[in-house]
Protein backbone atom coordinates (compact mmCIF):
# COMPACT_ATOMS: atom_id res chain seq x y z
CA UNK A 1 0.00 0.00 0.00
CA UNK A 2 1.66 3.43 -0.71
CA UNK A 3 0.82 5.37 2.23
CA UNK A 4 1.91 9.26 2.44
CA UNK A 5 3.03 11.13 6.08
CA UNK A 6 3.12 14.90 6.96
CA UNK A 7 4.18 16.19 10.21
CA UNK A 8 3.20 19.18 11.54
CA UNK A 9 4.07 18.39 14.95
CA UNK A 10 2.50 15.38 15.18
CA UNK A 11 2.31 12.60 12.07
CA UNK A 12 -0.66 11.98 10.10
CA UNK A 13 -0.92 8.78 7.79
CA UNK A 14 -2.82 8.86 5.01
CA UNK A 15 -3.42 5.51 3.50
CA UNK A 16 -3.62 5.14 -0.46
CA UNK A 17 -4.22 2.54 -2.66
CA UNK A 18 -3.26 -0.89 -2.37
CA UNK A 19 -0.06 -2.53 -4.71
CA UNK A 20 -1.01 -5.30 -6.72
CA UNK A 21 2.62 -6.72 -7.46
CA UNK A 22 6.16 -5.65 -7.05
CA UNK A 23 6.96 -1.91 -8.12
CA UNK A 24 5.09 1.67 -7.70
CA UNK A 25 5.89 4.48 -8.24
CA UNK A 26 5.57 8.11 -5.80
CA UNK A 27 6.07 11.74 -7.25
CA UNK A 28 5.89 14.76 -4.60
CA UNK A 29 5.73 18.04 -6.25
CA UNK A 30 4.93 22.02 -4.71
CA UNK A 31 3.44 24.79 -6.43
CA UNK A 32 4.55 27.52 -3.73
CA UNK A 33 3.43 26.46 -0.53
CA UNK A 34 0.78 23.51 -2.03
CA UNK A 35 2.25 20.10 -2.29
CA UNK A 36 1.02 17.02 -3.39
CA UNK A 37 1.53 13.56 -3.60
CA UNK A 38 0.61 10.97 -6.25
CA UNK A 39 0.86 7.85 -6.34
CA UNK A 40 1.42 5.18 -9.62
CA UNK A 41 1.76 1.47 -10.37
CA UNK A 42 3.09 1.70 -14.04
CA UNK A 43 4.90 4.99 -13.73
CA UNK A 44 2.77 7.04 -15.87
CA UNK A 45 -0.57 7.36 -14.90
CA UNK A 46 -0.48 9.15 -11.53
CA UNK A 47 -3.55 9.27 -8.95
CA UNK A 48 -3.68 11.85 -6.08
CA UNK A 49 -2.98 10.79 -2.71
CA UNK A 50 -2.98 13.87 -1.06
CA UNK A 51 -2.76 17.54 -0.94
CA UNK A 52 -2.01 20.17 1.47
CA UNK A 53 -0.29 23.48 2.56
CA UNK A 54 3.28 23.07 4.64
CA UNK A 55 3.70 27.62 6.10
CA UNK A 56 7.19 26.93 7.08
CA UNK A 57 10.03 28.03 4.50
CA UNK A 58 11.37 25.89 1.75
CA UNK A 59 14.43 25.52 3.61
CA UNK A 60 12.86 23.52 6.46
CA UNK A 61 10.93 21.28 4.51
CA UNK A 62 12.27 17.63 4.57
CA UNK A 63 11.40 14.56 2.31
CA UNK A 64 12.25 10.93 2.81
CA UNK A 65 11.75 7.62 2.06
CA UNK A 66 10.98 4.23 4.17
CA UNK A 67 9.43 0.98 4.16
CA UNK A 68 8.04 -0.84 6.76
CA UNK A 69 6.47 -4.49 7.14
CA UNK A 70 3.75 -4.03 10.31
CA UNK A 71 2.30 -7.81 9.31
CA UNK A 72 4.31 -10.31 8.32
CA UNK A 73 7.69 -11.46 7.86
CA UNK A 74 9.18 -7.96 6.16
CA UNK A 75 10.07 -7.36 3.11
CA UNK A 76 13.45 -6.18 0.82
CA UNK A 77 12.67 -3.40 -1.18
CA UNK A 78 15.67 -1.17 -3.45
CA UNK A 79 14.78 2.68 -4.12
CA UNK A 80 15.92 3.39 -7.48
CA UNK A 81 15.70 5.92 -9.87
CA UNK A 82 14.98 8.93 -7.43
CA UNK A 83 15.12 11.83 -9.34
CA UNK A 84 14.63 16.01 -8.59
CA UNK A 85 13.41 18.29 -11.56
CA UNK A 86 12.48 22.06 -11.48
CA UNK A 87 9.60 21.23 -13.57
CA UNK A 88 6.33 22.67 -12.49
CA UNK A 89 3.07 20.26 -13.00
CA UNK A 90 0.01 21.92 -14.95
CA UNK A 91 -2.43 20.90 -12.54
CA UNK A 92 -1.42 19.38 -9.06
CA UNK A 93 -4.75 17.82 -8.22
CA UNK A 94 -4.39 15.22 -11.42
CA UNK A 95 -0.72 15.10 -11.92
CA UNK A 96 -0.63 16.41 -15.34
Given at each position: ?30 V????A ?7 S ?11 V ?40
Amino acid sequence: MLVTVVCRGVADDANSFTIEGDRAWMRVSRVGQAYAFHGSTDGSHWELLRVFRLDVPLADVRVGFEVQSPHGDGCAVRFDDIRFASTTLAELRDGS
